[in-house]
């Protein structure tokens, strides 16, 4: 069955980086853009970034823009996130999705409704 799997999250000080790691498994990696989402304690779920199935399309929210790098390597099945010159904001649970239709180009600002799969969430910290 379709699996993500969510690492590298931690306790960070602001201006620190992390990477975050989306392990896929059970369905055609190629085929899907992939999302990194994310939830703070008391706020709704946003989008943070995309990467279309193809590498040719990256999309990011403007809070994020010039500090977050999406990539994938599809030999790993697996998509990244870059995260550096973090702030005390972006603490929250990262959860990544993957997309419910093959060879999409994915909309931005996302819709949730299109990502049919979610990871369990890995938790990032900003705090001095």
């Known amino acids: 069955q379709v699996q993500l799997v969510e690492s590298g999250g931690g306790l960070v000080q602001p201006g620190g980086s992390l990477r975050l790691s989306c392990a896929a498994s059970g369905f055609t990696f190629d085929y899907y853009a992939i999302g990194w989402f994310r939830q703070a304690p008391g706020k709704e779920r946003e989008g943070v970034s995309c990467i279309s199935s193809n590498n040719f399309n990256t999309y990011y929210t403007d809070s994020v823009k010039g500090r977050f790098t999406i990539s994938r390597d599809n030999a790993k099945k697996t998509v990244y996130l870059q995260m550096d010159s973090l702030k005390p904001e972006d603490t929250a649970v990262y959860y990544c999705?993957?997309?419910?239709?093959?060879?999409?180009?994915?909309?931005?600002?996302?819709?949730?409704?299109?990502?049919?799969?979610w990871g369990q969430g890995t938790q990032v910290t900003v705090s001095s």
């Open positions: 999705a993957k997309s419910s239709r093959t060879w999409w180009t994915p909309q931005w600002p996302p819709i949730f409704s299109d990502y049919d799969s």
